[in-house]
């Protein structure tokens, strides 16, 4: 199975900007949508951005207008950039294949954002 590697995350001010970087192998990113995953304690994963091989993008409601995601396809490398981060926005956040694809890809461990009021 193949793993990712997140990175970027750390604690932050409401308002400030965080960028995310994800690590993925060349065979699993090269053929995949992917996507940025978040879980904030006591709640389910959720995704809140995706992006296509192709490079379009969806956004959940609550990020929409304030989050980036975007992807190199050079350095297999997907990235969320995140501005006017609300203490909402708290959680551990993932990137994974979009849709997902267990037997294939494990979750990685993720990195912590959070955002102090």
């Known amino acids: 199975q193949v793993q990712l590697v997140e990175s970027g995350g750390g604690l932050v001010q409401a308002g400030g900007s965080l960028r995310l970087s994800c690590a993925a192998s060349?065979?699993?990113?090269?053929?995949?949508?992917m996507g940025w995953y978040r879980q904030a304690p006591g709640k389910q994963r959720e995704l809140v951005a995706s992006?296509?091989?192709?490079?379009?993008?969806n956004y959940a409601d609550s990020v929409k207008g304030r989050f980036t995601i975007s992807r190199d396809n050079a350095k297999n490398t997907v990235y969320l950039q995140m501005n006017s981060l609300k203490p909402e926005d708290t959680a551990v956040y993932y990137c994974?294949?979009?849709?997902?694809?267990?037997?294939?890809?494990?979750w990685g461990q993720g990195t912590q954002v959070t955002v102090s009021s």
């Open positions: 994974n294949t979009v849709p997902l694809r267990p037997m294939l890809v494990t």
């Open positions: 060349g065979s699993i990113f090269r053929f995949n949508a």
């Open positions: 992006i296509t091989t192709g490079g379009s993008t």
